[in-house]
């Protein structure tokens, strides 16, 4: 017994010679410094201390549910400060803070920006069940999507969201409050505030596992933030930008993020790590903005120094008191581009004094101009809209009917692209709030904020029914109301049909879907096409037969 070591002295031995387990609090003690530091992500849990000892590997995920690298370990350099946070990764804002907020300002721009934003905003949404046959899974969607819409100027909240667009991130700060639907105390968002997306702040974990990788900080300002108590502000830690607040995750339902474009920076670019956060179109046209404003610059100044021509002032050279008389006599003028230029004495073919004006040669502006718009502006517009042709005209010639319609394609995608995205955002940062806060029975689901990108082709599935018709198909009466959205009427409702229009026994149902007598079975008309009208059963067979064939040929019937 003396050699055993671990506590096996203490632990008795089984009849095989092995020793018993050792109680969870021993073992725990002797797990070896790996092991724990490879723990320090999972709970501290029997179960947890069995499976870092590999003693039930089968229900572990693979590297026991972690990533393989952390992306702070992907680059050449970490920048950052005390707290470990990315800096923001936009390339305006890392150039020129100043040019990163006047780009706003730009409103050819901003056209191309807000028209993506409004094509989303726009569109219907509804909540999605997991299982539309199941009836508890409605009643929760209803139920959801009245809270949801109660939510203050809930399309400008959309559009809000939707500004991740140009920052790349952006955040809605949002106050939950109590309310009664039908009778029941319900959560919902009872106010909201946009949050500039320059001001959020994304941590990182540096490998030690002090930190949670999902944090989000706001920037804020020391001297007017009001702290709560001492564990409040320590939530206050400094970052590169500045001080910033990371809030507490029981605080995490006050902040709605959203997020554009996410990608990763190259490894030697380590002030870039934050694209895995978002990035904007801003970030992705500044370069070439950059240059329109330079190549703006010049033309601006091509037409003040040469736009209106100039005008040209000889005076005697020498001769500064005539120098100043024609001095004044050009800024009479009202001229900026004027030019006063002495002239020698003894010449006898020039005048001492004299006037020459100078046309400009409108070819340079032209060159700046054509650089300016079709070689940035459209650059600019096509990046942000896939396609000109929604914000400009443009003459495209034979099959212009086609081009548009690419255009158009081009352009719906990227709003397809914006509304699931916003989707996902919504569900996650919105929806999951609302289950778990006032449905928490309905979290077994997967219940969905959907955005209705496609409507339904109604003339399409109409010219489809229609062939379908004529070929003699039976089609239902209730899926062709379905269709159009038309609710079926019942014997108190006054309904508008083509029966009885032309009178008597000759009644007919009128064009449109299902053509028949009225009371007659879809699909029992004898030989008429579909949205045509039929002949009534009691008249003479022959001589409608006669009247058709006339009313065919132009005739006038008998």
Same mark, same amino acid.
């Given at each position: 017994m003396a050699g055993t070591t671990n506590g096996a002295a203490k632990r008795p031995r089984r009849k095989d010679g092995t020793f018993e387990r050792a109680p969870l609090r021993e073992r725990m003690r002797n797990l070896s410094v790996e092991k724990k530091r490879a723990m320090r992500f999972l709970p501290t849990t029997p179960k947890a201390i069995a499976l870092a000892q590999h003693e039930q590997p089968e229900q572990l995920p693979p590297n026991r549910g972690q990533p393989l690298v952390l992306p702070a370990w992907t680059f050449s350099g970490i920048i950052s400060s005390y707290s470990p946070s990315f800096r923001n990764p936009d390339e305006a804002v890392r150039h020129s803070k100043e040019n990163? =907020?006047?780009?706003?300002? !730009?409103? +050819?721009?901003?056209e191309c920006v807000e028209s993506r934003q409004r094509a989303v905003e726009l569109l219907n949404w509804h909540i999605a069940p997991e299982d539309d046959t199941d009836a508890r899974q409605v009643k929760a969607c209803e139920t959801l999507t009245r809270l949801m819409k109660k939510t203050p100027n809930f399309k400008k909240y959309r559009h809000a969201m939707l500004e991740a667009i140009w920052y790349g991130r952006y955040a809605v700060n949002q106050r939950w409050q109590w309310c009664f639907d039908e009778g029941k105390k319900r959560a919902i968002i009872g106010g909201w505030t946009p949050l500039n997306g320059d001001k959020l702040v994304f941590g990182y974990d540096d490998g030690t596992g002090k930190y949670d990788p999902d944090r989000i900080g706001i920037k804020i300002n020391l001297a007017t933030y009001p702290f709560e108590d001492e564990e409040d502000r320590l939530n206050a830690q400094p970052t590169i930008d500045g001080y910033a607040y990371f809030p507490p995750p029981w605080k995490r339902p006050c902040l709605a993020v959203h997020k554009h474009i996410i990608e990763d920076a190259a490894f030697e670019d380590p002030f870039a790590a934050g694209s895995l956060h978002g990035v904007g179109v801003r970030s992705r046209i500044y370069w070439t903005w950059f240059q329109m404003q330079e190549a703006l610059a010049m033309l601006i100044e091509f037409l003040e120094r040469v736009g209106l021509g100039i005008t040209i002032y000889y005076y005697p050279a020498g001769d500064e008191a005539a120098r100043g008389a024609v001095e004044e006599i050009a800024k009479n003028q009202r001229q900026n581009n004027y030019l %006063?230029?002495? =002239?020698?004495?003894?010449?006898? +073919?020039?005048?001492?004094?004299?006037?020459? =004006?100078?046309?400009?040669?409108? $070819?340079?502006? #032209?060159? %700046? #101009?054509?650089?300016?718009?079709? %070689?940035?502006a459209h650059r600019i517009k096509r990046y942000i809209l896939g396609q000109t042709l929604t914000t400009e005209s443009d003459g495209a010639g034979l099959g212009s009917s086609g081009i548009s319609d690419l255009h158009k394609w081009g352009f719906f995608q990227i709003i397809k692209s914006d509304a699931i995205d916003l989707e996902e955002t919504m569900t996650r940062e919105v929806l999951k709030n609302l289950v778990d806060f006032n449905l928490p029975e309905a979290s077994q689901w997967d219940l969905r904020f959907v955005i209705d990108t496609e409507a339904p082709d109604v003339?399409? #599935?109409?010219? $489809?029914?229609?062939?379908?018709?004529?070929?003699?198909?039976e089609i239902v009466e209730d899926d062709v109301r379905d269709m159009l959205g038309l609710s079926k009427p019942d014997g108190n409702q006054k309904v508008l049909s083509m029966a009885g229009m032309s009178g008597g026994s000759n009644a007919l149902?009128?064009?449109?879907?299902?053509?028949?007598?009225?009371? #007659?079975?879809?699909?029992?008309? +004898?030989? $008429?096409?579909?949205?045509?009208?039929? !002949?009534?059963?009691g008249d003479d067979p022959a001589k409608a037969k006669e009247e058709k064939e006339r009313s065919m040929a132009g005739q006038r019937p008998k």
């Open positions: 990163a =907020r006047n780009m706003r300002n !730009d409103c +050819s721009i901003m %006063l230029v002495p =002239r020698v004495n003894g010449d006898p +073919s020039l005048d001492a004094y004299g006037v020459e =004006r100078v046309e400009p040669n409108a $070819g340079g502006a #032209q060159v %700046l #101009q054509d650089a300016i718009v079709m %070689l940035f003339q399409g #599935q109409l010219e $489809g029914m229609e062939k379908a018709f004529n070929m003699g198909l149902m009128g064009a449109g879907i299902g053509g028949n007598l009225a009371g #007659q079975p879809v699909g029992t008309s +004898s030989g $008429g096409k579909f949205g045509e009208k039929i !002949d009534g059963g």
